[in-house]
């Protein structure tokens, strides 16, 4: 079941982005006005907007406005090989296995980094949707690595506001197919959704503005292990700069990575890992920083090219 609404854009929201005027018309919140457009639920004078568009007074706005999906609940479950490498009052820094999401989502069965601390016996107490409490940042479930957890609503503001404002360092190691031309340099290309895949992005002209910088570690038959450094947070941002350098992650076919080669190596997922995270604690002001090893799969395929 949808609803649907008929407005005319009134003259004190005349040069708003479409997504801010709908929010403040109908209540709702940035970011669902944000998908609404995004998903092609909002016409202007019976065209399809982009986001950025800018309202005209008198402008006739119709949205439709799908029922949205019950939200999903933290199901308390031990995540096998999930670490906790630090923990106080405020937040908790995990070291989150491959195989496991950062929180509950339609469609998703498997255990999350939520799931494990309410089972740890970890509380969270921030505000925003219960399914997502305390999250400031994500790693994809086919990425390992360092994650942080806000448990406080002072933490969670703070980190936030940290992450937006690129104040917070984070270091990947990735191994990717070939040898890149430069043996370090920065990647500034914009990333939004692939028009022919759902769950894919794209490098796209009207993407958001993203960064990565590389630098080369190791030299491998095939392959460059390489440090990776993000300034921008994007979806799949390592994987998709990579591939538009036609380097593509090792194990990573969905972004054009040679399966042969994964297979080789005894590889079941792309070569990536969160190596290092670089803070100021939200609540103490100290610097910190917390650091990772490769876990045994990534391990075993990097010593495997090693010896080819």
Request: hydrophobic share 40%; glycine share 10%; proline share 6%.
């Amino acid at each position: 079941m949808s609803a649907s609404r008929t407005l005319m854009v009134p003259d004190g929201l005349a040069g708003e982005r479409v997504d801010v005027g709908i929010s403040r018309m109908l209540g709702l919140s940035r970011t669902r006005a944000a998908d609404l457009v995004r998903d092609g639920h909002v016409h202007v004078d019976g065209e399809i907007p982009a986001r950025s568009t800018r309202l005209e007074p008198g402008a006739m706005v119709h949205v439709e406005l799908p029922e949205e999906k019950p939200a999903a609940q933290v199901r308390p479950q031990i995540a096998e090989g999930m670490s906790l490498i630090h923990q106080d009052d405020d937040i908790v820094v995990i070291d989150k296995p491959v195989g496991v999401a950062a929180h509950p989502s339609a469609g998703w069965s498997g255990p999350t980094v939520l799931g494990h601390l309410a089972a740890a016996g970890v509380d969270i107490r921030t505000s925003g949707d219960p399914e997502r409490q305390g999250i400031v940042s994500r790693l994809d479930v086919g990425t390992s690595g360092l994650m942080v957890v806000a448990r406080t609503e002072r933490a969670y503001t703070t980190l936030k506001d940290a992450f937006r404002a690129r104040e917070v360092g984070k270091v990947y190691h990735a191994v990717c197919q070939g040898t890149p031309d430069q043996a370090h340099g920065t990647i500034e290309a914009p990333i939004g959704r692939s028009p022919n895949h759902d769950f894919k992005f794209a490098v796209r002209e009207d993407g958001k503005h993203s960064v990565t910088h590389f630098e080369t570690l190791e030299d491998l038959q095939g392959a460059t292990l390489l440090k990776i450094g993000l300034e921008t947070g994007r979806t799949h941002q390592i994987r998709v700069h990579m591939a538009a350098l036609h380097h593509p992650l090792v194990g990573d076919p969905f972004y054009g990575a040679d399966p042969t080669l994964a297979a080789r190596v005894g590889l079941t997922r792309q070569w990536l890992h969160a190596m290092e995270l670089t803070f100021v604690h939200p609540v103490t002001g100290r610097d910190v920083t917390y650091s990772s090893q490769y876990p045994a799969d990534l391990q075993q395929a990097l010593e495997a090219l090693r010896g080819l």
